[in-house]
């Protein structure tokens, strides 16, 4: 039985496996999820939509506004734990590599792209306050079990939820839980476009 006992975790194994591989991760998908929520059918709904479609401004830039602002804070969120996990490893007496945390911050910053701007998409499409978020949860659900099909698994950069994690791919090394290789840059900007 001491065969399969686990071997000691690094300090930047912790921090991988506690924010970029799991609760971390799942909360950053869940408010982008909730950043993209919301829009002028669901003002609407709500009987406010005449308030803004009053003010001095055309419903093009309204839209354009809204969805630059949120991918705003969806970059802010990316980039959370590349201000907060290094300045304060140092307080428990660690280190973690600044340039890990912002080489995760650029890949949160293009996957969060895509879960915002699916669930914006549906909040400009459907009126229901929640009918975006109801929509894009279990959609995410169904794309997540998709990519467990045997022969979409040799196509490793279609998941998105590996490239947040660098999980099984070639730009992160599973024994040191370090970004390693150069980054997907071509699916990046594809997430990011």
Not at 8 to 13: K, L, N
Not at 25 to 51: N, P, S, W
Not at 183 to 193: D, N, Q, R, S, Y
Request: hydrophobic content about 50%; charged content about 10%; overall charge negative.
């Amino acid at each position: 039985w001491l065969d399969h006992a686990d071997q000691p975790i690094t300090y930047i194994g912790f921090i991988w496996k506690a924010v970029y591989d799991s609760f971390g991760r799942d909360l950053f998908v869940i408010l982008c999820i909730i950043m993209g929520t919301g829009g002028l059918l669901q003002e609407k709904a709500h009987g406010t939509v005449g308030f803004t479609l009053a003010l001095p401004v055309g419903r093009r830039h309204i839209i354009f506004t809204r969805a630059w602002v949120g991918y705003l804070g969806v970059v802010a969120m990316a980039f959370t734990p590349a201000a907060i996990v290094p300045f304060t490893s140092h307080y428990v007496g660690q280190v973690y590599p600044l340039r890990q945390a912002l080489g995760y911050g650029l890949i949160w910053a293009c996957c969060g792209a895509v879960f915002y701007s699916f669930t914006l998409l549906l909040a400009h499409l459907t009126e229901g306050e929640y009918t975006a978020t109801l929509v894009a949860v279990p959609s995410l659900m169904v794309y997540g079990l998709m990519m467990s099909i045997p022969w979409l698994e040799h196509f490793p950069m279609l998941n998105i939820f590996s490239i947040l994690t660098g999980e099984d791919l070639y730009f992160f090394d599973e024994s040191k839980h370090l970004l390693v290789g150069p980054m997907p840059w071509i699916a990046l900007l594809v997430m990011l476009l």
